[in-house]
């Protein structure tokens, strides 16, 4: 059973810039940030794969978040720049086993909320 678990979320304004970490029990080979904002389903935000050579972004925060993993530390970052106030929400992180349906998790952590004031 892998732990999760994340930090770094807060309030700040439009523009600003926030690093969220996942520190892990252990890190499977796909590791996620998703989130969910009130109202709305949970959406993925960034994927990254193995040693971290490979990762996805949602069209809403590509070139502005940076998805990263540090194995040796067992700990996953988001990197979020330019922030704005659509991206408030529950940030979690995630990690899928190999054999598990792309799209589904195993492992959840307990989220972590980012607020954006315009």
């Known amino acids: 059973q892998v732990q999760l678990v994340e930090s770094g979320g807060g309030l700040v304004q439009a523009g600003e810039s926030l690093r969220l970490s996942c520190a892990a029990s252990g890190l499977t080979y796909v590791m996620a940030w998703l989130r969910q904002a009130p109202g709305k389903e949970r959406e993925s935000v960034a994927t990254?794969?193995?040693?971290?050579?490979?990762?996805d972004y949602a069209d809403s925060v590509k070139g502005r978040f940076t998805i990263s993993r540090d194995n040796a530390k067992k700990t996953v970052y988001l990197q979020m720049n330019n922030l704005k106030p659509e991206d408030t929400a529950v940030y979690y992180c995630?990690?899928?086993?190999?054999?598990?349906?792309?799209?589904?998790?195993?492992?959840w952590g307990q989220g972590t909320q980012v607020t954006v004031s315009s």
């Open positions: 995630a990690g899928r086993n190999p054999l598990t349906r792309i799209g589904s998790y195993d492992y």
């Open positions: 990254i794969r193995g040693s971290g050579s490979s990762t």
